[in-house]
Nanobody, 126 residues
Framework: QVQLVESGGGSVQPGGSVRLSCVAS????????VAWFRQAPGTEREFVAA????????HYSDSVKGRFTISRDNAKSTIHLQMNSLKPEDTAVYFC???????????????????WGQGTQVTVSS
């Protein structure tokens, strides 16, 4: 089991930037696929970005591609989400997620992950 704790959320103006971090404890993240999801009030939790344990690729939702960057530092058991050019529609609670890598895992599917952080709020407003 790995425990995940997010940080870095807050309020920012449209066009601004925020960097989220997710620190894992209990086990190292090296063998885990990891991702970020977000959930706005009254909506389903949706995929934002993912990076597999191999770090061979990164995956993004269409709504954030080109603006957000996911990265991982396995030595520090940390996942980051750099969010640039933020829009009001990016307002949500952001969650990091992890799952010990398994074959054919759908990195974009929230049901594929079994470890979740508690979430951190990001509010984009003028």
């Amino acid at each position: 089991q790995v425990q995940l704790v997010e940080s870095g959320g807050g309020s920012v103006q449209p066009g601004g930037s925020v960097r989220l971090s997710c620190v894992a404890s209990g086990r190292t993240l090296g063998a885990y696929n990891v991702a970020w999801f977000r959930q706005a009030p009254g909506t389903e939790r949706e995929f934002v970005a993912a990076i597999p344990w191999t770090e061979s690729t990164t995956h993004y939702s269409d709504s954030v591609k080109g603006r957000f960057t996911i990265s991982r530092d396995n030595a520090k058991s940390t996942i980051h989400l750099q969010m640039n050019s933020l829009k009001p529609e990016d307002t949500a609670v952001y969650f990091c997620a992890a799952r010990l890598a398994t074959p054919y895992m759908n990195l974009r599917e929230k049901g594929a992950y079994n470890q979740w952080g508690q979430g951190t709020q990001v509010t984009v407003s003028s």
